[in-house]
């Protein structure tokens, strides 16, 4: 047995990893890449099986946020040449739905562009949600910015099942990427969410020049928190973002450079700290794993399909092929209609 094989079966006896070990993890030699993903693959099998989890998003509000989170396309300080459009009509929302259903999406994610939505907008979104889970057997995540917890409870009671907002960072890190929020503004909406009784969904984005100590700062902070579901995303650098300038101090070591492998590593540490919670390989996933993109699902069990916000990503029929090939399959964990 390898020295990850060893450190999974502890995982599985309930054995939390630590600090040191989440080092050790993100710190493997490419060389023992392969065993440690097969020892993540252990952790994954032994609470997903086979099973993956599909879900898309809808960018409901584009552009003409407030913020100027450095690696958003969408931020105040973005000049990348995006679509920007008000938060689109209910009918559009039950549109996308449909779509989002037929590419056996279990769930479907609303999200828009802003520091926190406007009442009018909390409201839009819990008519159109309504009006989903009427017609759909669909769970519904919204990701909508910084909520208090009336708004997040007029959520709940419309049928949103999950709220989405990232940690992003370690909160060591968050200043170096967000100047207009704090990492404690970001906490506040998830206490609000949790409050209301709605899921969580947060994660983080890798390869924004943090270290490795910021990594595992990240997982830890995360498995305090507790959510539902930990998407991952990978900066897919946007010409017009702070973060995509090639000259940027913190990228210019490898040891935060973005390559396939390392990627890889990444999503393992987040699996041994989180071994029964929902991994997504988020955004990024395409532009950063590239052809070594079938491998991440030995470790993570959800994927997005049919794009991000403001970047292309693999359609959802190319997702099944990989999936069949690869002989996993799509989770039909639906609830039913009532």
Known sequence: M???????????????????????????GDAQLLPLVNAAYTI??????????IQMLFNAKSGACQEDCHYCSQSSISTAPIDRYALVSPEDMLKAARQAHEAKAERYCVVISGRSPLEKEVEDIASAVTRIKQELPMQICCSLGLL??????????????????????????????CTTHTYQDRMTTLRNARAAGLELCSGGIVGMGESDEDLVDLALALKDLNPDSIPLNMLHPIPGTPLADAGHPRFQTSRTCLTPQRCLKILCLF???????????????????????????????????????????????????MLTDLGFEVAAETPTLT
């Open 44 to 53: 994954r099998y032994a609470y997903f099986g086979r099973k993956v989890t």
């Open 148 to 177: 208090t917890e009336p708004q997040a409870r007029r959520l709940k009671a419309a049928g949103v099942d999950r709220i989405n907002h990232n940690l992003n960072t370690s909160e060591a890190y968050h200043s170096s990427i």
């Open 2 to 28: 390898t020295r990850f094989d060893v450190l999974a079966e502890q995982v599985l006896e309930g054995h939390p990893v630590t600090r040191e070990e989440g080092l050790e993890l993100l710190q493997t």
């Open 271 to 321: 699996r041994f700290v989180h071994p029964q919670r929902e991994l997504r390989a988020a955004g990024g996933r395409e532009f950063n794993l590239r052809s070594l993109q079938p491998m991440a699902l030995y470790v993570a069990d959800s994927l997005f399909v049919n794009g991000y916000l403001t970047t292309p990503g693999d359609p959802a029929h190319e997702v099944q092929q």
